[in-house]
């Protein structure tokens, strides 16, 4: 009589015990390298959006410090009355100078994106404002800014400092 040829097992019966703790190691590894790319991704990610906000903030404080000096330029402007400068031909020099100085300075805010907030006639927002006094004031509705005492600013989408303002009540 002839032999049958000898078939080769089955491997994909059940698996032995060893085989299942070997398969059930794989899906572990497995699951914890997809764990690992996706925490490595968002590290990246959030990395470069902090990357992006310290650039884009990097010049807060220094800006912040300029905003004393727009002042002083701005109260130095107001401090010289037209008609005397119409009289005296060395303060219309100096006004002319004070306010080139101002401009310059301007141009650079707007070129880091520093802008300023004067919200008079809004609603008054405690993001963006910093109530000082409360007045009567027929002419508006509470809780709207009637006057700027002090110019607020802020860089790109970011308060530099708030705008000191008087609120009708």
């Given at each position: 009589m002839e032999k049958e040829p000898e078939q080769p097992e089955n491997t994909e019966s059940e698996p032995s015990p060893e085989g299942k703790s070997e398969v059930q190691e794989l899906d572990q590894i497995k699951d914890q390298l997809l764990r690992t790319?996706?925490?490595l991704d968002n590290t990246q990610k959030?990395?470069?959006?902090?990357?992006?906000?310290?650039?884009k903030y990097a010049?807060?404080?220094?800006?912040?410090d300029l905003l004393n000096i727009r002042d002083t330029l701005d109260r130095?402007?107001?401090?010289?009355p037209e008609e005397d400068r119409k009289k005296d031909g060395l303060l219309k020099t100096i006004f002319d100078g004070v306010s080139l100085t101002r401009d310059e300075l301007l141009?650079?805010?707007?070129?880091?994106?520093?802008?300023?907030?004067n919200p008079v006639g809004e609603k008054f927002d405690?993001?963006?404002?910093?109530?000082?006094?409360?007045?009567?004031?027929?002419d508006h509705t509470a809780g709207t800014i009637v006057s700027?005492?002090?110019?607020?600013y802020k860089i790109q989408d970011r308060l530099l400092r708030p705008a000191m303002v008087s609120v009708a009540k």
């Open positions: 790319m996706a925490e959030r990395s470069l959006k902090e990357r992006d906000e310290a650039k010049i807060s404080n220094f800006a912040r130095a402007l107001d401090s010289i141009k650079v805010f707007t070129h880091y994106h520093i802008a300023a907030i405690h993001n963006y404002h910093q109530a000082v006094l409360e007045v009567e004031s027929p700027v005492l002090q110019t607020g």
